[in-house]
């Protein structure tokens, strides 16, 4: 069985968002500086809607059955995304410097989880390169 054209769509935009929210994940852990949170708080939430907007796409495409454990792993690795950019708002929000990085250590799972996607998925592969 195939995926539907829908369904690679929906997959190519939620990889472009993915992997762009993971790069500004990345970004925020190179300038990482408590005083300044709240303005990379600012930079990473800009990624919620549209990783968000892309979520509920790929949740709403047809998936055939023998595809279900690929949309089910991108389905966790978005949710943990959009967890880390809560968390990380939150925790700026609040001045909690403490918070900030038990915000980004959760960006270690969230590629733990991803990774296994690489020989399937092509921009993943080059994310990881």
Do not use: K, N
Request: glycine residues 6%; proline residues 9%; charged residues 20%.
């Amino acid at each position: 069985m195939s995926l539907s054209p829908a369904g690679a769509d929906a997959i190519g935009a939620l990889l472009g968002a993915l992997l762009s929210t993971l790069d500004r994940v990345e970004w925020v852990q190179r300038h990482l500086f408590p005083p300044r949170a709240p303005a990379l708080a600012e930079r990473l939430e800009a990624h919620a809607g549209p990783l968000a907007l892309a979520l509920a796409t790929l949740e709403a495409a047809e998936w055939p059955d023998d595809l279900r454990a690929l949309r089910e792993r991108l389905v966790t690795v978005t949710r943990q995304a959009l967890e880390l950019i809560a968390a990380f708002g939150r925790a700026a929000a609040e001045g909690e410097p403490i918070g900030l990085y038990r915000a980004l250590r959760r960006l270690a799972p969230l590629l733990e989880g991803l990774y296994p996607l690489y020989p399937l998925l092509t921009p993943v592969s080059r994310w990881f390169l």
